[in-house]
């Protein structure tokens, strides 16, 4: 679907063939023409009424509007039956028409034009001439002229026809430069004819004139317009026009080349006998075009090169204009205090640096400071975009042209960026200015943009800290958990209306890490689908599988904010960022990153503070380090599409191998239960990741160091998928003896989970396993939890039988033994009372103090103190260490 307004409203509805669905009701085509000028912006109701009825709206204005938007809405689903519905959304407090900038002619001419501007600010005469033939080939005729106008359109159109009139001034300019005069003349005619108090065309044909060698034509253009000026105005033309009259009375002949080199200025008096006694028409005599230099003819009120600095403005009030204030903008009050500190600190010649990664929202906030300071900077306030529609940076001398020019300095403006930064510095002194400079690429592209004088600063934006003398730096991260949430609501205009609970909304901006420009877009989302609720929303991201696509049809854009740190970044720094794809989400120490990366830690530090640097790590506390939940999973998308599996591997290889050193070496500390819960998510990601690799030793190694602290913290879920995983790369690698030490801790989590029939299959495959790899081990373990098993099923004579099997031969592995000791302690006190066992339970006690297991050690103790006390069993007997088991009479 195709909207234009450049002419007639016209609408094309979608597919192959498409028909014209113009709506013929006059006042559903104001609705949609009001819309459409401001597409991407909410339009509020009152602007709506004042535009269909002005200043004598009937009482039922409000909803007899509702109306036209349903049959609008009716008319674009219509059109579009796939996404029709959803260009036109309600948004408090109005409504908002939702499109891509190439659905709409206005919106494609806004932007041909600003590419235009930029080419010829970069002096590609050949871009900017294409690019602004190609704009005004959009209008059809005046704006929306089938529509009636309110007070908004008329103003839109009147903004756009000077738009439309500068794009074709910029076009002719550029067509001069191009050499291009012969065939401006006549148009140029026209053109001074239709308008003829627009001294810049009359100017561009007085150049055409006399570069086709119509010297006397274009001095008696000039006579033309300063007889119309006078006797309508009773004014001069402007020093700009009445000095390229003197070039051409001159014989200048720096006019004649477009950009040429050396020209040559004519003696003055032999160019004006000449012209006089050729006549009209005539052109000038080649003697009188060979003396001394002048400089080229670069704009319809540029003069020679070495002429007079422009003329800066010397109003009263103040220099340049902000964008309005983001309407969504929410919180950061304790940002703002910081930024309006540093900015009323920096001293004379520094700058004030806004860095983050992209997304984070430092245009909005450096936007919002520059509005909350305007008692600070009286003499003005100006916002410049360092970057092009492309997203490439503007070239120094091209931002330095257009922050003049957004400054409100005329032109002719020098052309040279030594030129152009002395006209920047006369613009400062004596006045207190704030200008903002978005989106700055490096040091070098801002440096020529500072004011150096006292009272005025700059406030840049940039992911990277720039290395700029007396530079103020502020790092800003993510909104807390409710900004966030406010800006999800707020901006699908949900704010206020019952959409499920908190915890919905909470999941869903923690789904993209609390980015803003990500919560925008989600929110987008919502306020394009009414029927979707955020919950569902919520749903939708829960799968990390999924989410970066999800996110991506949100949010176009995502992928060139995402990747930009990293399509900067050299091949060393990429492929370290890839490799961490590798880790779970949350923080990590340098160690593992070291391991990762196959360096000492001292290099691997290093390469984590480049990355931090770029803005695609986050520095934590305590030496961490953590990537934000979208670098994460750009990672791990990274990390699949241009690292070699084999290398992957090698990575993930390394890393379980200093997982499962560190975890034995924690094993029996006296903080190892800190250490695990500390580490617990890394080793198990580590695990899954070896699995997946085809790692299948460590996969084994990593589940045996995990046996021990899984029990301890009945962490059941996370037991099963480790031991599950680590089971398989058992029976893929054929190793007997793993295979029973995992379906022992298997059985075991059965027995606790209290699935007695599975964990007594787990215990017999597990001894089948144990023999077949003559395990004696892995035979003992086995026994043991079948004998357990019985114990708790009241067949003591079976449990008997079982346990005695394993000490018979006492067990090579003391927790083996304490093990088989514990059941046999059991054993005793349910058949022979709480004298038998006290022996067992010392032996016990003895094996946990000789191990340094103060777990274990607690336990024998508990049963010693109740045993000696010669107290009757409890109806809760704790079998294990911490758990407790409902006692059953034998």
């Known amino acids: 679907m195709r909207f234009r307004v450049l002419g007639p409203l016209e609408v094309d509805a979608a597919g192959p063939g498409a028909q014209r669905v113009t709506p013929r009701a006059a006042k559903i085509r104001v609705v949609l023409a009001t819309l459409l000028v401001r597409p991407n912006e ?118 756009l026809g000077e738009l439309r009139t500068a794009a074709l001034e910029q076009r002719i300019r550029a067509d001069l430069q191009l050499g291009r005069h012969h065939e401006l003349v006549g148009e140029l005619r026209a053109l001074a004819a239709e308008l003829p108090m627009r001294e810049e065309f009359h100017a561009h044909l007085m150049v055409a004139l006399y570069r086709t060698g119509r010297q006397a034509d274009a001095l008696e253009a000039f006579a033309r317009l300063r007889r119309t000026l006078v006797d309508e105005l009773a004014i001069e033309p402007g020093p700009p026009l009445q000095q390229l009259h003197g070039r051409i009375l001159d014989g200048d002949t720096a006019l004649l080349r477009p950009s040429g080199a050396a020209p040559h200025r004519a003696d003055p008096d032999r160019a004006r006998s000449a012209a006089a006694a050729g006549g009209p028409g005539t052109a000038a005599p080649a003697a009188a075009l060979a003396a001394a230099p002048a400089g080229p003819y670069a704009g319809p009120f540029a003069g020679p090169s070495a002429g007079p600095d422009p003329v800066l403005p010397t109003a009263v009030g103040p220099v340049g204009e902000l964008p309005p204030p983001d309407p969504l903008f929410t919180g950061r009050d304790e940002e703002l205090g910081a930024l309006r500190t540093l900015l009323r600190d920096v001293p004379a010649g520094g700058c004030v640096a806004l860095t983050g990664p992209a997304g984070v929202g430092k245009t909005a906030l450096a936007l919002a400071a520059a509005h909350h300071a305007g008692d600070l900077f009286p003499d003005g306030r100006v916002l410049l975009s360092l970057r092009d529609d492309t997203g490439a940076p503007l070239a120094p001398a091209a931002a330095l042209t257009l922050l003049l020019l957004r400054c409100g300095v005329p032109g002719p403006l020098p052309d040279d960026l030594d030129g152009l930064r002395r006209t920047l510095d006369r613009l400062t002194p004596g006045r207190r200015m704030l200008i903002v400079l978005d989106d700055a690429a490096d040091a070098e592209q801002a440096r020529h943009l500072l004011p150096a004088t006292p009272g005025s600063t700059a406030l840049l934006t940039c992911r990277r800290t720039p290395a700029l003398p007396v530079t103020r730096a502020h790092l800003l991260d993510v909104p807390a958990p409710a900004q966030a949430r406010r800006l999800l609501l707020a901006a699908s205009g949900r704010d206020g209306e019952d959409d499920g609970p908190e915890a919905a909304s909470a999941a869903v901006v923690d789904a993209c890490g609390r980015l803003p420009s990500a919560v925008r877009a989600l929110a987008g989302r919502l306020a394009a689908r009414p029927h979707w609720s955020v919950a569902s929303l919520a749903a939708r991201l829960a799968g990390e599988h999924d989410r970066l696509a999800e996110l991506r049809s949100a949010q176009p854009g995502l992928d060139a904010a995402l990747r930009a740190g990293y399509d900067e970044a050299g091949a060393p720094l990429k492929r370290a960022f890839r490799l961490l794809g590798l880790l779970p989400a949350g923080p990590f120490p340098t160690a593992d990153a070291a391991a990762l990366f196959g360096t000492p830690e001292p290099a691997a530090e290093a390469l984590l503070e480049s990355l931090v640097e770029a803005r695609l790590l986050r520095a934590e506390p305590r030496g961490a380090y953590r990537l934000h939940v979208l670098w994460r999973l750009l990672a791990g998308e990274l990390l699949t599409a241009e690292e070699p599996p084999a290398e992957a591997a090698r990575a993930v290889a390394r890393l379980a191998d200093a997982l499962a050193a560190e975890a034995r070496e924690a094993d029996g500390l006296p903080h190892a239960a800190e250490w695990f819960a500390d580490r617990r998510t890394a080793l198990a990601s580590a695990l899954g990741r070896a699995h997946a690799a085809g790692l299948w030793a460590r996969t084994v190694r990593l589940a045996d160091v995990l046996t021990a602290p ?42 606790q989970r209290r699935r007695t029939d599975a964990a007594r299959g787990l215990y017999r495959r597990a001894l089948r396993a144990a023999d077949g790899a003559d395990a004696r081990p892995e035979r003992d373990r086995a026994l043991t939890g079948l004998a357990e098993l019985s114990l708790d099923a009241s067949a003591v004579t079976e449990a008997a039988r079982l346990i005695g099997q394993v000490l018979d031969a006492e067990p090579a592995d003391p927790r083996d033994h304490y093990e088989a000791l514990r059941v046999r302690a059991l054993l005793a006190l349910e058949t022979q009372g709480p004298a038998a066992a006290e022996p067992h339970f010392e032996r016990c006690l003895a094996l946990a103090a000789r191990l340094g297991d103060r777990r274990r050690e607690a336990y024998a103790l508990r049963w010693l103190r109740h045993v000696r006390g010669g107290l009757p069993l409890p109806d809760w007997t704790e079998t294990r260490p911490g758990v407790w088991r409902l006692r059953t009479a034998a």
């Open 710 to 751: 899984l029990e301890a913290h009945a962490a059941w879920d996370d037991w099963e998928r480790a031991h599950t995983l680590a089971l398989d790369a058992a029976e893929r690698s054929g190793d007997l003896g793993a295979q029973s030490r995992l379906l022992c801790s298997l059985g075991d989590l059965a027995w």
């Open 42 to 159: 909410i339009v509020s109701v009152g602007s709506l009424i004042d535009e269909l009825w002005g200043e004598d709206p009937p009482r039922t204005a409000t909803t007899t509007l509702q109306v036209y938007i349903s049959q609008l809405r009716k008319l674009l689903h219509a059109a579009d039956p796939e996404a029709g519905r959803e260009c036109l959304v309600t948004r408090p407090p109005g409504y908002l028409m939702r499109l891509d900038p190439d659905r709409l002619d206005l919106t494609a001419f806004e932007d041909l034009h600003a590419r235009g501007r930029a080419a010829m600010a970069r002096q590609d005469a050949g871009a900017a001439a294409d690019l602004q033939r190609r704009a005004l080939a959009l209008w059809r005729g005046p704006l929306l002229s089938d529509t009636p106008h309110g007070s908004l359109l008329d103003s839109t159109a009147i903004r």
